[in-house]
């Protein structure tokens, strides 16, 4: 039972677009959310997270959006750059017990097209 | 400052030995966790260490896998014996008590 979907295993976007990545989850007791970034051969990076408390949060040409209603989050990138190509996990956390470990979707590999 | 060290970075050993995974964290992190990666699919968690303590081992597949931390410094996963379904990319992460957790760059461990 995945509990973190990210159902496009790829995206293939123009230089200089948005890029748009989507999550769903299905455990309502995931209170925090996080995105990474991962190169080949390179473990991942943290990019950017939100608290459930809040439904968008922006770094920079990143903003991640939350929607808890329908247990969907999204990342959006923009302008899209040729570096930003990687794969991108989306991951949460529920915060009960002490517990931090992470549950991470399959990924989306991102394709930025010069 | 350094971030998290994995060694070794590539494994491969025959069905039945034993490997031993190192994960040296980011110095001060209480937090360390372990992570696999099994052919192109999610991460999955494995455990996860508060100092020298296993504060959740539930992603642990069975009795073959040994995580160590002692003296809440760097840890150890020992895999005995070996399985080809063992194979896949070993991540280790720590974090500071709150925050996001900090990927090493994994060992890909191969059981032929």
């Known amino acids: 039972d995945q509990q973190v979907k990210q159902n496009s295993p790829s995206l293939s976007v123009q230089e200089g677009r948005i890029s748009i990545l989507n999550c769903d989850y299905t455990?309502?007791?995931?209170?925090?959310f996080l995105w990474y970034k991962k190169y080949p051969a390179e473990g991942p990076t943290f990019l950017i997270s939100i608290s459930s408390i809040k439904d968008k949060n922006e770094d920079g040409r990143f903003t991640v959006f939350l929607n808890k209603s329908a247990k969907h989050l999204s990342l959006h990138i923009v302008p899209s750059q040729p570096g930003d190509s990687a794969v991108y996990f989306c991951?949460?956390?529920?915060?009960?017990?002490?517990?931090?470990?992470?549950?991470f979707g399959t990924g989306t590999r991102l394709t930025i097209i010069p | 400052e350094a971030g998290v060290t994995q060694f070794p970075s590539h494994s491969v050993i025959e069905k039945g030995q034993t490997v031993t995974l190192r994960c040296d964290p980011i110095s001060g992190h209480d937090n360390l966790y372990w992570y696999r990666r099994v052919m192109g699919k999610e991460i999955k968690f494995l455990l996860h260490?508060?100092?020298?303590?296993?504060?959740?081992e539930s992603g642990m597949p069975n009795n073959r896998f040994l995580a160590e931390r002692t003296g809440g410094t760097y840890s150890t996963l020992k895999v005995q014996p070996a399985e080809l379904e063992d194979s896949g990319v070993y991540f280790c992460a720590s974090s500071p008590r709150e925050g996001a957790a900090f990927f090493g760059q994994g060992t890909r461990l191969t059981v032929v």
């Open positions: 260490f508060v100092k020298e303590s296993k504060q959740d």
């Open positions: 455990n309502s007791m995931f209170d925090y």
């Open positions: 991951a949460a956390v529920a915060h009960n017990f002490g517990n931090e470990k992470l549950t």
